[in-house]
C-alpha cells in the first residue's frame, strides 16, 4: 500500500521543483526594471507563463516516475502519461490582477504573489499527473487529497476527509481547489479499503466535517462546502492552519 513515506516523497520532489521556479522567478524580477511598471507587467506577462510550463513539465515527469514506482510495487510495471496542466490566459490574468502593486512604493509584494502562484501552477501539473493516470490506469487505483503539514486549513481538510474515493481530477479538486501554499498531494492507491498513511485519518477529518455541516444547517445555511468550511474553523480553531483563534 501507499505509506507516509511514498507521500513525503512525491511532496519533497515536487517542493524541489518549485524552488527551482522560484530561484529563476526571483532572478528575472531582480532584472526588471521597476521604475517602469508598464514595461515591467509587460515582460512579467510573457515570462511567468513560460516559466509555468517549463518547470510544470519537470512536476509532471517526477509525478509519473513517482507514479510508476508506487505502482510497481503494488500492481506491477506501468508506463504513466505525463500532464502539463498549464494555462496560459490563467496565468496572465493572475498577473494582471496583481500587477498594480507595481505602480506603488512597495511593488516587490508582487515577488511574493507570483511566487505563491507559480507555487500553485507549476504543482497543477503534478496532481493533474497523478489523477490522469488514475483515470487510465486499468489496474483502477483509487486518490485522495492528503495533507503533509503538521495542520492543514479547512477546506483542504474537507476535501480530504473525503478518502480514497475520487475516480476523477475533477471530483478530487485537482484542477480548480489548491491553493497557493497548499501542501495537500494527490496520492494513488491500490489497496484504498485497507490503507493506511500515517498522519492521515480522513474518518476523524469527515467527523468533523459532519458536525460542521450539523451547525451550518442549524443556523439556517446554504450545505455549501465554503459554509461547512466555516463551520469547521468556528468550531475547532486550534486544529486548522486558518482557525478562528481570537
Known amino acids: 500500500m501507499t505509506t507516509r513515506a511514498d507521500v513525503d516523497t512525491l511532496r519533497d520532489a515536487g517542493q524541489g521543483v518549485v ?3 522560484r530561484r529563476d522567478l526571483q ?3 531582480s ?3 521597476l521604475t517602469r511598471p508598464e514595461a515591467a507587467r509587460d515582460e512579467l ?4 507563463p513560460q516559466l509555468v510550463r517549463e518547470y510544470g513539465d519537470v512536476a509532471a515527469t517526477v509525478a ?3 507514479y510508476e514506482q508506487v505502482r510497481y510495487e503494488q500492481a506491477g510495471a506501468y508506463n504513466a502519461t505525463t500532464v ?3 494555462n496560459v490566459e490563467q496565468i496572465r490574468a493572475g498577473v494582471r490582477a496583481n500587477a498594480g502593486q507595481l505602480f506603488t512604493d512597495t511593488p516587490d509584494v508582487m515577488l511574493a504573489l507570483l511566487s505563491g502562484g507559480v507555487q500553485r501552477y507549476v504543482l497543477a501539473s503534478q496532481r493533474g499527473t497523478i489523477a490522469r493516470n488514475v483515470q487510465l490506469d486499468p489496474s483502477k487505483p483509487r486518490f485522495a487529497r492528503v495533507p503533509t503539514g503538521a495542520k492543514t486549513c479547512a477546506w483542504c481538510t474537507l476535501l480530504a476527509s473525503r478518502g480514497f474515493v475520487y475516480l476523477t481530477a475533477q471530483t478530487a479538486g485537482v484542477s480548480d481547489h489548491y491553493h497557493s501554499e497548499c501542501n495537500c498531494q494527490a496520492v494513488a492507491e491500490w489497496e484504498a479499503d485497507r490503507h493506511y498513511i500515517a498522519g ?4 476523524a477529518m469527515y467527523e468533523k466535517y459532519q458536525d460542521a455541516r450539523a451547525a451550518a444547517n442549524s443556523l439556517g445555511l446554504p450545505l455549501t462546502d465554503a459554509n461547512i ?3 469547521m474553523r468556528a468550531l475547532y480553531p486550534g486544529d486548522f492552519t486558518d482557525g478562528h483563534t481570537h
Request: aromatic share 20%; hydrophobic share 40%; charged share 20%.
Open 64 to 66: 509519473a516516475e513517482w
Open 200 to 203: 492521515y485519518d480522513p474518518d
Open 19 to 21: 524552488t527551482l521556479a
Open 31 to 33: 532584472s526588471l526594471d
Open 84 to 86: 502539463n496542466t498549464t
Open 27 to 29: 532572478s528575472f524580477w
Open 229 to 231: 468550511a466555516t463551520q
Open 45 to 48: 506577462l510573457e515570462f511567468v
